[in-house]
């Protein structure tokens, strides 16, 4: 009895919750469908499971890039990804399993390049809103096409290097320093005319 239930084991797999499944046929190659969670037959040795997670997963993609006015910036890009489920043929065929480790840091990369290539270092910081969503928005539409889905794009880290990190600090205090004076001047002035008027009065 305890020999059946092993041989049946044999003939059975099991596909967990947030997971998919393909069979690959050692004679046929990959079975169509797709199998969803759930108890399902197979052949020994000849049928092949391949399991895919389709829950959301994150990824951290790091880049060096220069912006349009030379200065480099190291940038970090956290996704959340998930395959297609429909898609899971296709991928298995022509990426591969590790389809993620495969698409995400080479695409993530281009994007990265093209987007932040199109502006300079100061506008990089004031216009981190919009630079993100330019990256989210590209970056969704080339995963798309390798059937894989994007639940989020953010950008996590955002450094330049030291020299231009200084001067752009130098350039802030500089800019307070000449708003105080600005405050110094303007609170004199009031003093100024309020002793006038006491003096008129």
């Keep these: 009895m305890m020999g059946l239930g092993l041989i049946g ?5 099991v596909v967990d919750g947030g997971e ?3 069979i690959m046929d050692a004679f046929r190659g990959l079975r169509p469908g797709v199998y969803g969670e759930g108890m ?3 052949l020994p040795v000849i049928h092949q499971v ?3 997670q389709v ?4 990824q951290l993609i790091p880049s060096s ?4 006015d030379m ?3 190291e940038i970090a890009l956290r996704i959340l990804f998930r395959p297609q489920e429909k898609e899971l043929p296709r991928i298995l065929n022509e990426i591969g399993a590790d389809y993620d480790k495969r698409i ?5 990369n281009e994007v990265l390049k093209a987007v932040v290539a199109q502006y300079n270092a100061e506008q990089l910081i004031s216009k981190r809103q919009e630079v993100s969503q330019r990256i989210r928005h590209e970056l969704t539409e080339r995963a798309n096409g390798f059937g894989i889905t994007l639940d989020d794009v953010s950008i996590t880290d955002l450094q330049f290097a030291r020299e231009f990190a200084n001067a752009i600090e130098q350039k802030q205090v500089a800019q307070q320093q000449a708003e105080r004076a600005k405050y110094i001047v303007l609170k004199k002035d009031e003093e100024r005319k309020a002793s006038i008027i006491q003096a008129e009065g």
Aim: no cysteine.
């Design 65 to 68: 890039t220069g912006t349009k």
């Design 9 to 13: 084991t044999q003939f059975i797999f």
């Design 40 to 42: 399902h037959f197979r």
């Design 50 to 52: 391949k399991r895919f």
């Design 71 to 73: 200065q480099t910036v």
């Design 55 to 58: 829950r959301s997963q994150p």
């Design 20 to 22: 998919r499944a393909l």
């Design 104 to 108: 995400l840091p080479s695409i993530g």
